[in-house]
């Protein structure tokens, strides 16, 4: 829907009486939205779950649409659009990028683009399909067909289905003492029978969850446990809070403790990545925001200007897997610089789109 905004833009600036940066200016908005939520989002998914995540997801961006279609002026626009819009995508994104991880352990990479590329196979039908809404229904009545059309993220956001706790192997044993209490609740004394026993765990068999965030080097060597039906099912670290997220819940707290983390920021090969992605995510939305209302100043017809979308979408497929096998299939190959050869080819084609006039020519460079 994001990428494909540069269909709308003609009708949004006639509806509103606005120019076209100020009507851009509200999926800027949306697609900002939809990144600065990730943290918080990832706490909720690890409360509730990718499932209702992406369920409350598809209700809260089809609602924005629907609602957006009312907007008397671009300043509303923005709000509803814009804001409730990336706040209803951003909690549909990320849970079906996150269950990925769920879900795969072998071929994830390949797994990953798989799903990526459900992306621009979405810009390949929606492109022509909402030229044609737009034709036939205007930019209101395409805003609540487009609705229904999220609306069908709660139905796959329902196949996401929750799998079992996964768990991973933990090297050397540890003693875990389980102590018996008398019918009042006391420990057992010495001059009672004591049906305490060592349960002896060969950590080497014992699985802790892979959510747990805990560090694994500093797991108590022996856990004291007042009875054998309260055994933990996980051995976590506290982690540590700072003292301005004590009025938040715990797992947006964790989250943000992270994020807040300025330990990370020594790593200069992260600052480095922090500030790539910063100047990288600028770029990425704009040719998507702008290619077909460029393709019609420069005379070229609608239908055509819509199929350009289309043709991106369609090359965003290959761009998506492609990397996925490439590393699965090589695994010497780096990934880092995988990325950086792609950073550096799109920068190029997107200088290059400046000196292209002609339909041809800008299939070229895309």
């Known amino acids: 829907m994001s990428q494909t905004f540069t269909l ?52 809260t961006a089809a609602a924005s649409f629907i609602i957006s279609s009312f907007s008397p002026n671009v300043a509303v626009f923005h709000i509803v ?3 409730l819009g990336g706040l209803g995508f951003g909690m549909m994104y990320l849970p079906a990028i996150a269950s990925i991880g769920h879900y795969f352990n072998k071929r994830r990479a390949l797994a990953n683009g798989l799903a990526q590329c459900g992306g621009g196979l979405g810009m390949m039908e929606v492109a022509p399909f909402a030229d044609f809404l737009l034709a036939t229904y205007g930019w209101r009545g395409t805003h609540f067909i487009l609705a229904g059309l999220l609306l069908q993220g709660c139905v796959f956001s329902a196949l996401i289905r929750p799998l079992p706790a996964k768990w991973r192997a933990i090297p050397k044993s540890k003693n875990i003492k389980l102590i018996e209490l008398d019918d009042t609740g006391e420990e057992k004394g010495e ?12 950590r080497l068999n014992i699985r802790y969850p892979v959510s747990n965030t805990g560090s694994l080097v500093s797991l108590p060597t022996e856990v004291e446990i007042k009875s054998s039906t309260s055994l933990p099912l996980q051995i976590e670290e506290p982690r540590k809070r700072l003292q301005c997220l004590s009025f938040c819940p715990k797992p947006l707290a964790n989250i943000l403790a992270d994020v807040i ?6 790593n200069k090969s992260m600052i480095i990545l922090c500030i790539g992605n910063l100047f990288g995510i600028v770029g990425f939305y704009v040719h998507h925001m702008y290619t077909a209302d460029r393709a019609k100043r420069l005379g070229i017809c609608e239908k055509e200007a819509a199929l350009l979308v289309s043709y991106l979408g369609a090359i965003g497929i290959v761009g998506r897997i492609l990397p996925g096998i490439a590393i699965v299939a090589i695994p010497k190959i780096s990934a880092l610089m995988w990325n950086n050869g792609c950073l550096l080819v799109a920068g190029v084609s997107l200088i290059a789109m400046s000196e292209c006039h002609t339909i041809n020519t800008i299939y070229c460079c895309y």
Request: include cysteine; charge should be negative.
């Open 261 to 266: 983390d300025i330990e990370i920021l020594q």
């Open 191 to 202: 001059d009672e029978e004591d049906n305490s026993e060592f349960l002896k765990l060969d």
């Open 81 to 83: 659009y814009g804001i």
């Open 8 to 59: 709308y833009i003609e009708d949004y600036t006639i509806a509103f009486k606005s120019g076209v940066a100020p009507v851009v200016l509200a999926n800027s908005v949306q697609v900002g939205i939809l990144q600065i939520i990730g943290p918080f989002v990832s706490a909720l998914i690890n409360k509730w779950g990718c499932r209702a995540m992406g369920i409350i997801g598809s209700l």
